[in-house]
Protein backbone atom coordinates (compact mmCIF):
# COMPACT_ATOMS: atom_id res chain seq x y z
CA UNK A 1 0.00 0.00 0.00
CA UNK A 2 1.25 3.47 -0.25
CA UNK A 3 1.85 5.62 2.94
CA UNK A 4 3.09 8.55 4.38
CA UNK A 5 5.89 7.75 6.06
CA UNK A 6 8.68 10.23 8.56
CA UNK A 7 12.26 10.42 6.89
CA UNK A 8 13.88 13.12 9.23
CA UNK A 9 13.55 16.53 10.14
CA UNK A 10 11.67 18.58 7.22
CA UNK A 11 11.40 15.24 5.66
CA UNK A 12 8.46 13.45 4.31
CA UNK A 13 7.93 10.68 1.61
CA UNK A 14 5.31 8.56 0.33
CA UNK A 15 5.73 5.31 -0.08
CA UNK A 16 5.02 1.88 -0.82
CA UNK A 17 5.40 -0.51 2.67
CA UNK A 18 3.63 -3.71 3.43
CA UNK A 19 -0.60 -3.83 3.97
CA UNK A 20 -0.94 -4.00 7.63
CA UNK A 21 -2.99 -7.25 8.73
CA UNK A 22 -4.61 -8.59 11.85
CA UNK A 23 -2.32 -9.10 14.80
CA UNK A 24 -5.08 -9.22 17.51
CA UNK A 25 -8.78 -10.47 17.49
CA UNK A 26 -9.36 -7.66 18.49
CA UNK A 27 -8.51 -5.41 15.85
CA UNK A 28 -9.77 -4.13 12.10
CA UNK A 29 -8.22 -2.76 9.22
CA UNK A 30 -9.81 0.20 7.67
CA UNK A 31 -9.46 1.34 3.92
CA UNK A 32 -8.41 5.28 4.74
CA UNK A 33 -10.99 7.85 3.08
CA UNK A 34 -9.79 10.72 4.38
CA UNK A 35 -6.55 11.65 6.93
CA UNK A 36 -5.95 15.02 8.01
CA UNK A 37 -2.61 16.80 8.80
CA UNK A 38 -2.46 18.16 12.48
CA UNK A 39 -0.46 20.76 14.25
CA UNK A 40 0.92 17.72 16.09
CA UNK A 41 2.37 16.23 12.98
CA UNK A 42 4.18 19.71 12.74
CA UNK A 43 6.11 19.48 15.83
CA UNK A 44 7.38 15.77 14.38
CA UNK A 45 8.53 17.38 11.48
CA UNK A 46 10.30 19.93 13.39
CA UNK A 47 12.12 16.79 14.67
CA UNK A 48 10.80 17.55 18.28
CA UNK A 49 9.23 14.58 18.98
CA UNK A 50 11.44 11.91 20.34
CA UNK A 51 11.22 8.58 19.53
CA UNK A 52 10.59 8.62 16.12
CA UNK A 53 12.60 6.21 13.49
CA UNK A 54 12.96 7.18 9.59
CA UNK A 55 10.42 5.04 8.00
CA UNK A 56 7.73 5.37 10.66
CA UNK A 57 4.06 5.77 9.19
CA UNK A 58 2.71 8.85 10.17
CA UNK A 59 -0.76 10.04 10.62
CA UNK A 60 -3.21 10.15 13.40
CA UNK A 61 -6.60 12.12 12.07
CA UNK A 62 -8.43 9.41 9.68
CA UNK A 63 -11.72 7.89 9.15
CA UNK A 64 -12.31 4.92 6.98
CA UNK A 65 -14.26 1.49 5.67
CA UNK A 66 -13.81 -1.40 7.75
CA UNK A 67 -12.70 -4.06 5.47
CA UNK A 68 -11.59 -6.73 7.77
CA UNK A 69 -12.33 -7.50 11.17
CA UNK A 70 -10.67 -9.84 14.03
CA UNK A 71 -13.03 -12.57 15.90
CA UNK A 72 -13.94 -10.07 18.52
CA UNK A 73 -13.79 -6.61 17.16
CA UNK A 74 -17.58 -5.19 17.56
CA UNK A 75 -17.35 -3.50 14.01
CA UNK A 76 -18.82 -5.01 10.29
CA UNK A 77 -16.94 -5.18 7.01
CA UNK A 78 -19.02 -2.42 5.55
CA UNK A 79 -19.36 0.58 8.17
CA UNK A 80 -18.02 3.75 7.68
CA UNK A 81 -16.03 4.69 10.97
CA UNK A 82 -13.68 8.04 12.59
CA UNK A 83 -10.96 6.59 14.90
CA UNK A 84 -9.78 8.65 17.73
CA UNK A 85 -5.84 9.17 18.20
CA UNK A 86 -5.73 7.49 21.36
CA UNK A 87 -5.43 3.92 21.24
CA UNK A 88 -7.45 2.78 24.40
CA UNK A 89 -8.13 -0.71 25.47
CA UNK A 90 -11.14 0.15 27.27
CA UNK A 91 -10.35 -2.10 30.39
CA UNK A 92 -7.65 -0.94 32.87
CA UNK A 93 -7.58 1.54 35.79
CA UNK A 94 -7.37 4.56 33.49
CA UNK A 95 -9.73 3.89 30.89
CA UNK A 96 -12.71 3.02 33.29
CA UNK A 97 -11.88 6.38 34.54
CA UNK A 98 -12.93 7.66 31.40
CA UNK A 99 -9.04 8.72 31.15
CA UNK A 100 -8.28 7.40 27.75
CA UNK A 101 -5.72 8.79 27.13
CA UNK A 102 -3.90 7.43 30.00
CA UNK A 103 -4.67 3.86 29.06
CA UNK A 104 -1.60 1.40 30.65
CA UNK A 105 -2.23 -1.09 27.82
CA UNK A 106 -2.25 0.45 24.72
CA UNK A 107 1.41 1.18 25.02
CA UNK A 108 3.33 -1.99 24.00
CA UNK A 109 6.07 -3.13 26.89
CA UNK A 110 9.34 -3.12 24.43
CA UNK A 111 8.34 0.97 24.36
CA UNK A 112 7.18 1.39 27.56
CA UNK A 113 10.51 1.81 28.97
CA UNK A 114 11.64 4.91 27.61
CA UNK A 115 8.45 6.96 27.96
CA UNK A 116 8.33 5.66 31.82
CA UNK A 117 12.00 7.33 31.81
CA UNK A 118 10.90 11.01 30.63
CA UNK A 119 7.46 11.61 31.86
CA UNK A 120 8.09 9.69 35.32
CA UNK A 121 4.79 6.65 33.92
CA UNK A 122 4.37 5.34 30.15
CA UNK A 123 2.55 7.32 28.32
CA UNK A 124 -0.62 5.86 26.46
CA UNK A 125 -0.77 4.53 23.12
CA UNK A 126 -1.74 7.04 19.97
CA UNK A 127 -1.78 6.75 16.05
CA UNK A 128 1.42 7.22 14.45
CA UNK A 129 3.48 9.47 16.91
CA UNK A 130 6.74 8.01 17.48
CA UNK A 131 7.79 4.67 19.50
CA UNK A 132 6.81 6.72 22.79
CA UNK A 133 3.36 5.86 22.40
CA UNK A 134 3.77 2.86 21.18
CA UNK A 135 5.18 3.01 17.56
CA UNK A 136 1.88 2.36 16.21
CA UNK A 137 1.60 2.74 12.05
CA UNK A 138 -0.60 5.76 11.29
CA UNK A 139 -3.53 6.60 9.26
CA UNK A 140 -2.40 8.43 6.24
CA UNK A 141 -2.10 5.67 4.21
CA UNK A 142 -4.22 3.81 1.78
CA UNK A 143 -4.85 0.86 5.36
CA UNK A 144 -4.18 1.26 8.93
CA UNK A 145 -5.19 -1.18 11.62
CA UNK A 146 -6.92 -0.35 14.47
CA UNK A 147 -6.28 -2.10 17.99
CA UNK A 148 -9.17 -1.85 20.69
CA UNK A 149 -11.64 -1.65 17.78
CA UNK A 150 -14.87 -3.11 19.56
CA UNK A 151 -13.66 0.78 22.03
CA UNK A 152 -12.64 3.34 19.96
CA UNK A 153 -14.32 3.79 16.23
CA UNK A 154 -17.43 5.60 15.73
CA UNK A 155 -19.74 4.41 13.39
CA UNK A 156 -20.72 7.02 10.91
CA UNK A 157 -24.82 7.03 9.48
CA UNK A 158 -24.18 6.91 5.67
CA UNK A 159 -25.61 10.19 4.57
CA UNK A 160 -23.00 12.25 6.63
CA UNK A 161 -20.02 13.13 4.62
CA UNK A 162 -16.58 12.54 5.61
CA UNK A 163 -15.84 16.49 5.96
CA UNK A 164 -18.84 16.44 8.87
CA UNK A 165 -16.79 13.73 10.85
CA UNK A 166 -13.30 13.28 10.41
CA UNK A 167 -12.93 15.44 13.58
CA UNK A 168 -14.28 13.94 15.90
CA UNK A 169 -11.17 11.70 15.53
CA UNK A 170 -8.87 14.67 17.65
CA UNK A 171 -9.20 18.33 17.21
CA UNK A 172 -12.81 18.42 17.95
CA UNK A 173 -12.54 16.70 20.86
CA UNK A 174 -8.94 18.40 21.86
CA UNK A 175 -10.81 21.81 21.18
CA UNK A 176 -13.77 20.48 23.50
CA UNK A 177 -11.64 18.75 26.03
CA UNK A 178 -9.64 22.13 26.69
CA UNK A 179 -13.12 24.70 26.85
CA UNK A 180 -14.44 21.77 29.09
CA UNK A 181 -11.22 22.01 31.19
CA UNK A 182 -11.26 26.00 31.39
CA UNK A 183 -14.23 25.07 33.49
CA UNK A 184 -16.31 27.98 32.17
CA UNK A 185 -19.30 29.68 33.76
CA UNK A 186 -22.25 32.01 32.18
CA UNK A 187 -20.98 35.16 31.79
CA UNK A 188 -17.04 34.24 31.76
CA UNK A 189 -14.84 35.58 29.93
CA UNK A 190 -12.34 33.32 27.40
CA UNK A 191 -9.05 34.27 25.89
CA UNK A 192 -7.89 31.60 23.84
CA UNK A 193 -4.07 32.03 22.21
CA UNK A 194 -3.85 30.48 18.79
CA UNK A 195 -6.41 30.16 16.28
CA UNK A 196 -5.49 26.86 14.21
CA UNK A 197 -7.86 23.95 14.21
CA UNK A 198 -7.48 23.29 18.05
CA UNK A 199 -8.03 27.10 18.88
CA UNK A 200 -10.27 27.41 16.13
CA UNK A 201 -12.54 24.58 17.79
CA UNK A 202 -11.73 25.69 21.20
CA UNK A 203 -13.63 29.18 20.66
CA UNK A 204 -16.83 27.38 19.36
CA UNK A 205 -16.79 24.86 22.39
CA UNK A 206 -16.24 27.76 24.86
CA UNK A 207 -19.21 29.92 23.15
CA UNK A 208 -21.57 26.28 23.28
CA UNK A 209 -20.18 25.73 27.11
CA UNK A 210 -21.60 29.48 28.08
CA UNK A 211 -18.83 31.63 27.66
CA UNK A 212 -20.28 35.47 26.70
CA UNK A 213 -17.03 36.26 25.35
CA UNK A 214 -14.49 34.25 23.55
CA UNK A 215 -10.97 36.57 22.80
CA UNK A 216 -8.77 34.56 19.87
CA UNK A 217 -5.39 35.60 19.26
CA UNK A 218 -3.02 34.93 16.41
CA UNK A 219 -1.05 36.89 14.00
CA UNK A 220 -2.68 35.53 10.84
CA UNK A 221 -5.53 37.10 8.88
CA UNK A 222 -7.21 34.03 7.97
CA UNK A 223 -6.75 32.13 10.96
CA UNK A 224 -8.28 35.65 12.24
CA UNK A 225 -10.73 35.81 9.98
CA UNK A 226 -12.60 32.00 10.74
CA UNK A 227 -11.91 33.27 14.57
CA UNK A 228 -14.27 35.73 13.94
CA UNK A 229 -16.55 34.23 11.65
CA UNK A 230 -17.06 31.73 15.04
CA UNK A 231 -18.07 33.97 16.90
CA UNK A 232 -14.37 35.58 18.51
CA UNK A 233 -13.28 38.45 19.31
CA UNK A 234 -9.86 38.89 17.70
CA UNK A 235 -6.43 40.62 18.88
CA UNK A 236 -3.37 40.09 16.26
CA UNK A 237 -0.70 39.81 18.70
CA UNK A 238 1.87 41.71 16.27
CA UNK A 239 -0.42 44.82 16.56
CA UNK A 240 -1.42 45.16 19.83
CA UNK A 241 0.49 44.41 23.69
CA UNK A 242 -1.91 41.06 24.30
CA UNK A 243 -1.89 41.73 28.28
CA UNK A 244 -2.86 45.46 27.93
CA UNK A 245 -5.73 44.52 25.53
CA UNK A 246 -6.76 41.89 27.87
CA UNK A 247 -6.67 43.80 30.76
CA UNK A 248 -8.63 47.06 28.88
CA UNK A 249 -11.27 44.53 27.36
CA UNK A 250 -12.03 42.71 31.01
CA UNK A 251 -12.28 45.83 32.70
CA UNK A 252 -8.51 45.75 34.30
CA UNK A 253 -9.29 42.12 35.48
CA UNK A 254 -8.17 39.67 32.96
CA UNK A 255 -10.21 37.07 31.87
CA UNK A 256 -11.91 34.20 33.44
CA UNK A 257 -10.26 31.51 31.89
CA UNK A 258 -7.30 30.97 29.69
CA UNK A 259 -6.39 28.39 26.78
CA UNK A 260 -3.22 28.02 25.12
CA UNK A 261 -3.60 26.52 21.82
CA UNK A 262 -0.45 27.34 20.54
CA UNK A 263 2.31 24.85 22.59
CA UNK A 264 6.13 24.26 22.06
CA UNK A 265 6.44 26.23 19.02
CA UNK A 266 5.42 29.53 20.15
CA UNK A 267 6.15 32.30 17.07
CA UNK A 268 7.00 35.81 18.01
CA UNK A 269 9.47 37.94 19.25
CA UNK A 270 9.54 38.72 22.58
CA UNK A 271 12.91 38.29 24.29
CA UNK A 272 11.53 35.46 26.16
CA UNK A 273 10.80 33.80 22.98
CA UNK A 274 13.76 34.54 21.15
CA UNK A 275 15.69 33.37 24.39
CA UNK A 276 13.84 29.91 23.96
CA UNK A 277 14.82 29.54 20.23
CA UNK A 278 18.74 30.10 20.81
CA UNK A 279 18.12 27.34 24.32
CA UNK A 280 16.05 24.79 22.19
CA UNK A 281 18.52 24.98 19.36
CA UNK A 282 21.42 24.44 21.69
CA UNK A 283 19.66 21.79 22.92
CA UNK A 284 19.22 23.70 26.68
CA UNK A 285 15.59 23.58 26.25
CA UNK A 286 12.36 21.50 24.88
CA UNK A 287 9.79 24.10 24.69
CA UNK A 288 9.12 27.67 23.11
CA UNK A 289 5.98 28.54 26.28
CA UNK A 290 5.70 31.69 25.33
CA UNK A 291 2.05 31.57 24.65
CA UNK A 292 1.35 29.85 28.46
CA UNK A 293 3.70 32.20 30.19
CA UNK A 294 1.08 34.93 28.92
CA UNK A 295 -1.85 33.23 29.42
CA UNK A 296 -0.60 32.97 32.58
CA UNK A 297 0.27 36.46 33.11
CA UNK A 298 -2.84 37.86 31.62
CA UNK A 299 -5.46 35.30 33.86
CA UNK A 300 -8.03 36.98 36.12
CA UNK A 301 -6.87 36.35 40.24
CA UNK A 302 -8.35 32.75 41.08
CA UNK A 303 -9.02 32.20 37.37
CA UNK A 304 -8.32 28.77 34.82
CA UNK A 305 -5.59 27.93 32.49
CA UNK A 306 -6.28 25.20 30.12
CA UNK A 307 -3.32 23.21 28.52
CA UNK A 308 -4.59 21.38 25.79
CA UNK A 309 -1.34 21.77 23.45
CA UNK A 310 1.70 19.56 23.16
CA UNK A 311 4.47 20.56 25.28
CA UNK A 312 7.96 18.25 24.91
CA UNK A 313 9.66 18.52 28.50
CA UNK A 314 10.85 21.17 30.76
CA UNK A 315 9.67 25.11 30.52
CA UNK A 316 12.10 27.37 31.12
CA UNK A 317 11.07 30.29 33.15
CA UNK A 318 7.72 29.33 33.58
CA UNK A 319 6.15 31.59 35.85
CA UNK A 320 5.26 29.45 38.94
CA UNK A 321 5.30 32.17 41.26
CA UNK A 322 2.60 33.94 39.44
CA UNK A 323 0.63 30.93 38.86
CA UNK A 324 0.70 30.08 42.80
CA UNK A 325 0.23 33.77 44.13
CA UNK A 326 -3.06 34.45 41.81
CA UNK A 327 -3.95 31.55 42.64
CA UNK A 328 -4.34 29.70 39.23
CA UNK A 329 -6.42 26.55 37.97
CA UNK A 330 -4.27 24.40 34.91
CA UNK A 331 -5.75 21.52 33.63
CA UNK A 332 -4.16 19.46 30.67
CA UNK A 333 -3.64 16.35 28.77
CA UNK A 334 -3.61 14.63 25.87
CA UNK A 335 -7.09 14.45 24.64
CA UNK A 336 -9.01 11.25 26.27
CA UNK A 337 -10.89 11.15 22.89
CA UNK A 338 -13.37 8.32 23.24
CA UNK A 339 -15.27 10.10 26.44
CA UNK A 340 -16.94 12.70 23.99
CA UNK A 341 -17.50 11.40 20.49
CA UNK A 342 -20.81 10.09 21.33
CA UNK A 343 -21.87 13.61 22.41
CA UNK A 344 -19.87 15.27 19.99
CA UNK A 345 -21.48 13.26 16.85
CA UNK A 346 -24.49 14.21 18.38
CA UNK A 347 -23.79 18.12 18.04
CA UNK A 348 -22.65 17.87 14.78
CA UNK A 349 -25.80 16.33 13.81
CA UNK A 350 -28.03 19.00 15.82
CA UNK A 351 -25.67 21.47 13.47
CA UNK A 352 -23.71 22.95 16.69
CA UNK A 353 -20.49 23.48 14.71
CA UNK A 354 -19.11 24.22 11.51
CA UNK A 355 -17.28 21.53 10.99
CA UNK A 356 -15.92 22.18 6.99
CA UNK A 357 -15.15 25.87 6.85
CA UNK A 358 -11.48 25.45 8.30
CA UNK A 359 -10.53 23.20 5.58
CA UNK A 360 -8.59 24.95 3.27
CA UNK A 361 -7.38 22.06 1.25
CA UNK A 362 -8.03 18.57 0.00
CA UNK A 363 -5.34 17.21 -1.97
CA UNK A 364 -3.80 13.54 -3.08
CA UNK A 365 -2.01 11.61 -0.03
CA UNK A 366 0.79 10.88 -3.01
CA UNK A 367 1.23 15.23 -2.62
CA UNK A 368 1.52 14.80 1.42
CA UNK A 369 5.60 15.92 1.38
CA UNK A 370 4.32 18.99 -0.62
CA UNK A 371 1.26 19.47 1.80
CA UNK A 372 3.54 19.20 5.14
CA UNK A 373 5.99 21.98 3.98
CA UNK A 374 2.58 24.06 2.98
CA UNK A 375 1.67 23.44 6.25
CA UNK A 376 4.49 24.43 7.82
CA UNK A 377 5.74 27.07 5.75
CA UNK A 378 2.15 28.80 4.50
CA UNK A 379 -0.30 28.83 7.55
CA UNK A 380 -2.44 31.55 6.77
CA UNK A 381 -3.34 29.79 3.50
CA UNK A 382 -3.31 26.45 4.75
CA UNK A 383 -5.72 26.60 7.76
CA UNK A 384 -6.41 22.49 7.70
CA UNK A 385 -5.59 19.61 4.93
CA UNK A 386 -7.58 16.82 4.17
CA UNK A 387 -5.46 13.99 2.53
CA UNK A 388 -7.75 11.82 0.46
CA UNK A 389 -6.00 8.53 -0.48
CA UNK A 390 -6.74 7.05 -4.29
CA UNK A 391 -6.53 10.65 -5.71
CA UNK A 392 -3.97 10.56 -8.27
CA UNK A 393 -1.02 12.94 -7.30
CA UNK A 394 -1.68 16.71 -8.18
CA UNK A 395 -5.52 15.53 -8.15
CA UNK A 396 -7.54 17.40 -5.80
CA UNK A 397 -11.65 17.65 -5.04
CA UNK A 398 -13.82 20.51 -4.20
CA UNK A 399 -16.61 20.09 -1.21
CA UNK A 400 -19.57 19.81 -3.60
CA UNK A 401 -17.67 16.92 -5.32
CA UNK A 402 -17.17 15.54 -2.32
CA UNK A 403 -20.96 15.94 -0.82
CA UNK A 404 -22.65 14.17 -3.87
CA UNK A 405 -19.68 11.15 -3.73
N1 LIG B 1 -4.10 17.47 23.67
C1 LIG B 1 -4.21 16.80 22.55
O1 LIG B 1 -4.61 15.66 22.59
C2 LIG B 1 -3.90 17.48 21.24
C3 LIG B 1 -4.57 17.08 20.11
C4 LIG B 1 -4.35 17.76 18.90
C5 LIG B 1 -3.41 18.79 18.85
N2 LIG B 1 -2.73 19.11 19.98
C6 LIG B 1 -1.75 20.21 19.96
O2 LIG B 1 -2.46 21.43 19.79
C7 LIG B 1 -1.54 22.41 19.26
C8 LIG B 1 -2.25 23.22 18.19
O3 LIG B 1 -2.61 22.39 17.11
P1 LIG B 1 -3.13 23.05 15.76
O4 LIG B 1 -3.44 21.94 14.83
O5 LIG B 1 -4.16 24.05 16.05
O6 LIG B 1 -1.73 23.71 15.31
P2 LIG B 1 -1.33 24.99 14.44
O7 LIG B 1 0.15 24.97 14.38
O8 LIG B 1 -2.11 25.02 13.18
O9 LIG B 1 -1.84 26.22 15.32
C9 LIG B 1 -1.07 26.94 16.21
C10 LIG B 1 -1.47 28.40 16.06
O10 LIG B 1 -0.83 29.16 17.09
C11 LIG B 1 -0.50 30.42 16.54
N3 LIG B 1 0.54 31.05 17.38
C12 LIG B 1 1.86 30.83 17.37
N4 LIG B 1 2.48 31.61 18.28
C13 LIG B 1 1.51 32.35 18.87
C14 LIG B 1 1.53 33.34 19.89
N5 LIG B 1 2.67 33.70 20.46
N6 LIG B 1 0.33 33.89 20.27
C15 LIG B 1 -0.83 33.51 19.68
N7 LIG B 1 -0.90 32.58 18.69
C16 LIG B 1 0.27 32.00 18.30
C17 LIG B 1 -0.03 30.09 15.15
O11 LIG B 1 -0.03 31.25 14.32
C18 LIG B 1 -1.03 29.02 14.72
O12 LIG B 1 -2.14 29.57 14.04
C19 LIG B 1 -0.31 21.63 18.81
O13 LIG B 1 0.68 21.75 19.83
C20 LIG B 1 -0.78 20.21 18.81
O14 LIG B 1 0.27 19.31 19.04
C21 LIG B 1 -2.97 18.50 21.16
ZN1 LIG C 1 -4.04 15.73 15.76
ZN1 LIG D 1 -6.87 1.07 29.00
Not at 151 to 172: A, K, R, W, Y
Amino acid sequence: MRAVTWQGRHKISVDTVPDPEIVNPRDAILQVTSTAICGSDLHLYDGYIPGMRAGDVVGHEFMGKVIEVGAQSSLKVGQRVVVPFTISCGQCFFCEKQQFSACDNANPSETRDASEMMMGHAMGGAFGYAHLTGGYAGGQADYVRVPYSDIGPVVIPDDMPDDDVLFLSDILPTGWQAAVNADIEPGDTVAIWGCGPVGLFAIQSALLLGAERVIAIDHFPARLALARRYGADILDYTQVNVREALDEMTGGIGPDACIDCVGMESHGFTVDNVVDRVKVQLMLATDRPHALRQAILACRKGGRVSIPVVYGGFADKFPLGQLMEKGLTIKSGQTHVQRYTGDLLKMIQDGKFDMTSLISHHASLEDAADMYRNWHDKQNEYTKIVLKPGLAKGETVTRSQLEHA
